[in-house]
């Protein structure tokens, strides 16, 4: 399997439709996959196999669903374990999880909003430092979008490097959720990405998104990345560097074949920026 992890890589969100054709030969476009550890942990039988297949062959991260890192409810030591030993297993050392919560009383099967207060940052700090304790790696955290911003006292960008600094965490930079945010709360997308802290970035996720209204953008996974969320992505690169880039489908995906110019535009992207990064 290939260990370099850096640069110039485009990645696609792995799904168990898409196993048996990726054992017979996954496409030369795709240099590492991401699967969420909660679909695949518990998986048996021919579908383990062909998972440990592509595991020995590629690279793969984990995107997960359900850590809840923001929540008041108490981490779930238990499961952090299991992704451990699931990271362990396969030989993966990324993994990724939304700079939000989803559990409560209970599961909520959704993505909320943190509320953005010191007091939210200390609790969120602690619970990513235990979170890398159990794990032997860094947390990766994604910035996310939202829709409401309960109890704000700080903005969105402030509380995001707040909580990468105190908790020496990495980033999943999401250029699509900035370019969502930045029309449904008003700010400047290109302002948010420039804050944001070059160190800390690992990798980045392109998705496409369903507009509901003219100032009001909702992030779905479910189409074709718009040309503004392309535009962006080019800035990402020439503010912050190429990192490895993944593209996000998570409905109404189409044959592979059809998200390979997707995927293609992503490489050129990172080609045409590389030079410019290694001459500033």
């Not at 696609?12 to 909660?38: H, K, N």
């Not at 008041?72 to 993966?92: C, G, S, T, W």
């Not at 100032?215 to 080019?234: F, I, K, Q, R």
């Amino acid at each position: 399997m290939p260990t370099q992890f850096e640069g110039p890589l485009t990645g696609l969100g792995l799904r168990r439709e898409m196993l048996d054709e990726f054992c017979q030969q996954l496409p030369q476009d795709i240099d590492f996959l991401e699967v969420a550890p909660e679909n695949w942990m518990a998986l048996g039988g021919r579908l383990q196999k062909q998972f440990r297949q592509l595991t020995e062959r590629h690279r793969f991260v984990l995107h997960g669903l359900s850590l809840s890192i923001g929540s008041p409810a108490e981490l779930d030591v238990e499961f952090v374990r299991q992704v451990k030993a699931f990271m362990d297993l396969h030989n993966i050392e990324w993994y990724s999880e939304h700079l939000s919560y989803c559990s409560g009383e209970g599961h909520m099967y959704d993505l909320m909003p943190i509320p953005f207060t010191e007091e939210a940052v200390a609790h969120v700090v602690s619970r990513v430092k235990q979170v890398q304790d159990i794990l032997e790696r860094p947390l990766i955290l994604e910035n996310v979008s939202y829709y409401a911003a309960p109890g704000q006292q700080m903005d969105e960008l402030s509380f995001t490097q707040a909580v990468l600094s105190e908790s020496n965490c990495q980033l999943l930079l999401d250029v699509n959720n900035i370019y969502v945010n930045s029309v449904n709360h008003g700010y400047d997308a290109e302002t948010f990405l420039a804050g944001l802290p070059t160190e800390r970035i690992r990798y980045m996720h392109m998705a496409g998104h369903y507009v509901e209204a003219e100032d009001l953008l909702v992030d779905t996974h479910g189409a074709a990345v718009c040309d503004p969320v392309w535009e962006l992505l080019e800035k990402a690169y020439a503010i912050h560097g190429v990192h490895p880039t993944l593209l996000e489908r998570d409905f109404n995906i189409p044959p592979t074949s059809e998200l390979l110019p997707e995927l293609q535009r992503i490489h050129q992207l990172q080609n045409a920026a590389a030079p410019a990064v290694l001459t500033a």
